[in-house]
């Protein structure tokens, strides 16, 4: 039964059998059109280019074919079942092994608003930071599955070294070891966990899979072009014998002598204050002191190395087959060697293939990576840089390498000096922190990509493993792969050049043994060129391969042919889930949602096809009719919540632009149907499960706006909190989902690519804990407002607003996968971050947004001493908004170092702490949150005594650090000081889950301004140093020290929070700049609850605006600003935030440092 909806709610609907149609059933409505032949060249500015609808298949279906759960919705070749490598959200263990690794995400500069963005454009760049490191392994890991799925849960910390853990399987009595191992140092138990379930190993070399014919099956190996499968044959050989277990527990640091004496606990708070020594106490010491030999499987030159829809016959069946690959599939056991006669297909130690005359590769063969040579400037060598036999044919070119090498060795000297931290108080630098440089040449440094997307912990990476846990430093890279860009090379062509072994896109970083072929700079087989890359449609030049845009520019994005779609694009289809029971009405959010939606709807990414609908629900699913044609929308209320069903599945999801005058009506009534409701109960599994039915045809993204906790049908909850244990260690017990549902519902959502995104708009404990899995496992994104409602907390409704708009508008990937490949000899460890995990080394993204962020841990499996550099690859493939199949590749190269010096010479401080944070995140849940802290603690621990062994004649009472790590304790204490792990003071446990959430999606730049906090003076704002940006001069304070010593009665204080700004004003703050900034009086006339300065006609108004709108305007949403005063409620907030002084129950930075020299000299 349908009614109007100005008639109230209807009456209930009975079953319906319609069925919602399949997947393969939808249309492609959209116009298809060749891209064969073409070749553009387009500067991206923050808009997609023409639609390009193509139906496409993989280029290369590969026999590393990666399995499909029932929830997913491609299906692929039985398998043996012994050779399934256990995969899972978050969290993906490559195979066996007893190192560890890292991995590091970029982060943003500056945003600009054009269709899909930001709405202003801020040229200044906010530098990357970043700190990650590792954390110590646990007991067993918990088991987390439910039916249907099996996959290994989040790799968990241990606050051990020196020891992998192991559990005995209760079936095989085997030790299964975890993700990460580590050796260990032992902490008090916490008790025995779960035992995971161990997976049989596969026989693929540095692979977590391979495929095996079944039993009396024939196998056929495809011959064609562009088809190169490798069969990799299980063999006694293997790295992993079969049965043995493929999961080990996570840890923080490498290795550790065994006799180490455990942790002790910092002292309690409460002892008597530790103080700095005075400026006459002693200050510092003193400053301080190739490929592997064997072939990859075929190697050689291929006949075609591209991608091509043209060679390519074979319809590919999932995504790991359609993307193509992973050069981690190479095995030794399965490569041959080439035939001797062949000199162009054998692998020498020399990394990069020989120069020819008439080519110039796009970097420099180095020797070392920290010495660069010069180039011949004769008209045979091309500009650019080359190899040569004779390093220098003049003097000049000599000084100038000299210079480059002084420069280089000034920067070596600088990051090794030793500072003794009890003794240097001021180590914070006045300006944001850079990423570290690398040892690399210039000019490799000029071709890489930037820090703001990719950024690794160590810029110097070991040679091996050994030296990586000399170090006791963390290998990991920092990802933010969709940010949004202002440049960006959108290339348009029907060949995209790949490695036919590994399925690396070319880069600047392959050489060019001559015209025709080229050396992979990840597997180093030799490829052909194929004959329309030889064409440079920029120079209109034929036969300079090595000029064209792909290989000059480290991130890169292609138009995808049809090889690259397993159906036609999906058009963008968003459905919105809205909360309306009594509690939701009370907040107002609902007509703040309403109207953002309004003034937002023409502005939602997509095209033609874009599909829009609605649900709300209380005790009850609410549905509504918005078919074209009908006078008005027509509402359908379902009551039978146990056995849910979709009424009208044809009618609910309906195309945007012919039904948009029905979608705005709705969004005008809708605030106002509910207002006199008195239903307190909320249905939201029941909803979930209706939003699923409509969204499973087609995918898309789904956004739920929830206030309270569900409270009836599938998905309810329970109150876990109590709030008389908020600051206790007990409180903050319940970090693990309640119940498997919301995972459950979120992997079948990634299954059928619809991403889920929460708004949690709650006054009251809504467990964030089991609701946040809904976002986590299917790519989306949690947004959280705490004590919400629209009159009391105008602050809120204002953020609440501005971050609406920014979510409806912003850049948007359907159906996105993401992989990651790395050079020979090194391997994925873990992955973290919002995703599902598709195979060992392929993230499934049922969207990708703009402001994710992800992290990557790393293992060096083979010693890399014969390679001079290593590299690392990021390939995301999604579907635009406008319906366009689409890869973007980030390329980074790194050097290779041989001396534990130079490894600390590139340690990347913030991004270490960054990736130490997202372990710390699966340590409290899947353990405990003292674990967590232990574990961070260690890892300060760890890196400075192993620092201590490389220095000689040190007294034992000096605390000394590398420069590059002098910041890592501050950091670590700041870390500790953070929501997410505070203890002894009062948290609610939804915002400490919110505080994980963050850890774990934000980019570097941000998640390092929530770590710690930059503080400024404005009070005496001036125009020296400043900056200009587009017609306004932005002022440039120093960064200060988080300590209220720094902090003066007479001036005024902004604390950059990244999601919060406080601005302190002093009791004797000088009245001319209350009057002139803020607009009042006096001191006392100073409200208590001021969020917002106001923009007077003043020079200082004027100068302290443009500033803060400047820090805004570099994050994608707003920062709440609140004045505070001595007598204001957010007092206590600012003065948290001072990471440096001591609290009731925290130790200050100096006594942190005492505790952390005691644990050394143990």
């Known amino acids: 039964m349908q009614q109007p909806l100005s008639s109230g709610h209807g009456a209930s609907l009975q079953k319906s059998s319609t069925a919602p149609e399949c997947h393969q059933q939808v249309p492609n409505k959209a116009p298809l059109r060749s891209t064969a032949g073409q070749y553009d060249f387009i500067n991206y500015q923050n808009n997609y280019q023409s639609s390009v609808h193509n139906i496409i298949r993989p280029v290369c279906p590969m026999s590393l074919g990666d399995t499909q759960e029932p929830e997913q919705m491609y299906t692929t070749l039985s398998m043996d079942s012994s050779l399934i490598v256990p995969r899972g959200p978050n969290m993906i263990t490559a195979r066996p092994q007893s190192e560890q690794a890292f991995l590091s995400t970029p982060q943003q500069a500056s945003y600009i608003t054009s269709d899909e963005h930001y709405c202003s454009q801020v040229p200044h760049n906010v530098p990357s930071q970043s700190t990650t490191q590792v954390f110590p392994p646990h007991s067993a890991p918990i088991n987390h599955t439910y039916p249907g799925f099996s996959y290994q849960t989040t790799s968990v910390f241990s606050t051990q070294y020196n020891a992998p853990l192991t559990s005995q399987h209760p079936a095989t009595s085997q030790p299964s070891l975890n993700a990460l191992s580590c050796q260990t140092k032992a902490l008090p138990k916490t008790g025995q966990g779960h035992t995971q379930p161990s997976f049989q190993s596969c026989h693929a070399g540095t692979t977590g899979a391979s495929w095996h014919p079944l039993a009396g099956a024939s196998t056929t190996i495809p011959t064609g072009p562009s088809d190169n499968p490798v069969i990799f044959p299980s063999s006694a050989s293997s790295q992993t014998s079969k049965g043995s277990p493929l999961s080990m527990p996570h840890h923080i640091n490498q290795s550790y002598p065994p006799g180490r004496p455990n942790v002790a606990k910092p002292p309690v708070a409460a002892a008597p204050f530790a103080r700095w020594p005075p400026p006459s106490a002693d200050r510092l010491i003193s400053a301080s002191a190739t490929p592997a030999s064997g072939s990859e499987a075929q190697d050689g030159v291929d006949s075609s190395s591209s991608s091509s829809s043209s060679t390519n016959t074979s319809l590919p069946n999932n995504y790991d087959s359609l993307e193509g690959g992973s050069n981690q599939g190479l095995s030794s056991s399965a490569t041959k060697a080439p035939a001797p006669s062949d000199p162009s297909s054998s692998i020498t130690t020399k990394q990069f293939g020989d120069a020819y005359p008439t080519l110039q590769p796009p970097y420099l063969k180095i020797a070392s990576p920290l010495h660069s040579v010069g180039q011949p400037t004769s008209p045979g060598y ?32 600088e990051a090794l000096k030793q500072v003794s931290l009890l003794q240097e108080h001021n180590i914070l630098p006045p300006v944001p922190i850079q990423c570290p440089p690398s040892s690399l040449s210039p000019e490799l440094r000029k071709l890489n990509c930037s820090p703001d997307l990719f950024r690794c912990t160590l810029m110097n990476v070991p040679q091996t493993q050994a030296l990586l846990n000399k170090a006791k430093l963390p290998l990991g890279l920092l990802l933010h792969p969709f940010r949004d860009l202002t440049h960006l090379p959108v290339i348009t062509s029907s060949t995209i050049v790949r490695c036919r072994s590994c399925r690396t896109y070319i880069n600047p970083f392959v050489s060019f043994l001559d015209q025709r072929r080229w050396k992979c700079n990840l597997c180093y087989r030799v490829n052909d060129v194929p004959e329309e890359f030889m064409y440079n449609p920029l120079t209109r030049s034929y036969g300079e391969p090595h000029k064209r845009p792909e290989v000059q520019t480290a991130t890169v994005e292609f138009i995808a042919s049809s090889d690259y779609m397993l159906r036609p694009p999906q058009p963008a289809v968003y459905l919105f889930v809205f909360d309306v029971s009594h509690n939701a009405v009370e907040s107002g959010y609902l007509n703040i949602c309403c109207q953002s939606l309004l003034e937002n709807l023409d502005k939602l990414p997509g095209d033609s096809r874009t599909r829009i609908g609605f649900i709300t629900f209380d005790s009850t699913v609410h549905f509504f009719n918005l078919q074209e044609g009908l006078s008005q929308p027509q509402m359908l209320i379902v009551s039978e919540i146990e056995d849910i069903f979709v009424p009208t599945p044809d009618s609910l999801l309906v195309n945007l632009h012919e039904s948009k005058e029905l979608v705005k009506d709705l969004l005008k009534v809708l605030p106002t149907m509910f207002t006199s409701t008195r239903e307190t109960h909320s249905a939201l599994g029941p909803a979930l499960q209706a939003a699923f039915k409509l969204m499973s045809a087609t995918g898309g993204r789904i956004s739920v706006f929830q206030t309270q906790l569900p409270s009836i049908g599938v998905g309810q909850l329970f109150s876990r909190e109590d709030p008389t244990q908020r600051s206790t260690i007990k409180g903050a017990l319940h970090l693990g989902p309640a119940t498997d549902f919301y995972k459950k519902f979120a992997l079948d959502c990634s299954g059928q690519q619809v991403a889920v995104d929460l708004f949690l708009l709650s006054g009251q404990y809504s467990d964030l804990a089991s609701l946040a899995c809904m976002s986590k496992y299917s790519a989306g994104s949690v947004f959280y407002y705490p004590s919400f409602h629209h009159i009391h907390n105008p602050a809120q409704v204002e953020k609440f607003q501005k971050d609406l708009k920014r979510y409806l508008i912003r850049k948007i990937g359907f159906e996105a996968v993401m992989r990651i490949r790395c050079t020979k000899g ?39 001493a014969d390679s001079s550099i290593v590299c690392f690859q990021a390939a995301l493939l999604y579907t635009s908004s406008k319906g366009e199949r689409r890869i973007r590749v980030h390329t980074l190269c ?35 949150l003292s674990d967590a802290r232990d574990a961070l603690i260690n890892a300060v621990v760890d890196s400075l005594s192993a620092y201590r062994s490389t220095v000689s004649n040190l007294q034992q009472s000096v605390l000394v650090a590398p420069n590059s790590l002098r910041l890592f304790a501050l950091y670590i204490l700041a870390l500790l000081k953070q929501q997410a792990f505070r203890t002894g003071s009062s948290i609610r446990l939804d915002e400490r889950m919110f505080a994980m959430c963050e850890m774990k999606t934000q980019p570097l730049v941000h998640l390092m301004l929530m770590i710690h906090p930059h503080l400024y003076r404005i009070d005496n704002l001036s125009n020296e140093g400043s900056i200009t940006v587009g017609d306004k001069i932005i002022p440039q304070p120093p960064i200060m020290q988080l300590s209220a010593e720094r902090l003066s009665k007479e001036g005024a204080f902004l604390m950059d929070c990244y999601s919060v700004m406080y601005l302190w004003i002093g009791k004797n703050c000088s009245s001319s700049f209350i009057n002139e900034v803020l607009g009042f009086s006096s001191y006392a006339s100073v409200p208590q609850n001021l969020y917002q300065l106001p923009e007077l006609n003043t020079v200082l108004s004027q100068r302290v605006n443009s500033f803060v709108s400047w820090l805004r305007d570099s994050r994608p949403f707003l920062s709440i600003i609140y004045v505070v005063k001595d007598d204001a409620p957010f007092k206590t907030n600012f003065f948290q935030k001072l990471v440096e002084d001591r609290t009731e129950t925290a130790l200050s930075y100096y006594e942190f440092l005492l505790h952390i020299q005691q644990q050394i000299c143990k």
């Open 826 to 864: 090194l391997s994925i460890h873990t992955f973290h971050g919002n995703f599902f995990v598709r195979s060992t080394d392929l993230l499934s993204l049922a969207n990708i947004n703009p402001d994710s962020g992800f992290a990557v841990q790393m293992s060096i499996d083979e010693s890399l």
């Open 382 to 413: 091309p500009p650019g840089i080359q190899q040569f036999t004779q390093p220098f044919s003049n003097v000049n070119q000599l000084s100038s390498s000299m210079e480059g090498l002084s420069f280089q060795n000034k920067q070596q000297s």
């Open 894 to 928: 790194l050097p290779v170092v041989s001396s534990v010096a130079e490894v600390y010479t590139g340690a990347d401080v913030q991004a270490i702490t960054c990736l130490l944070a997202t372990m710390a995140v699966d340590r409290s849940v899947s353990s405990s």
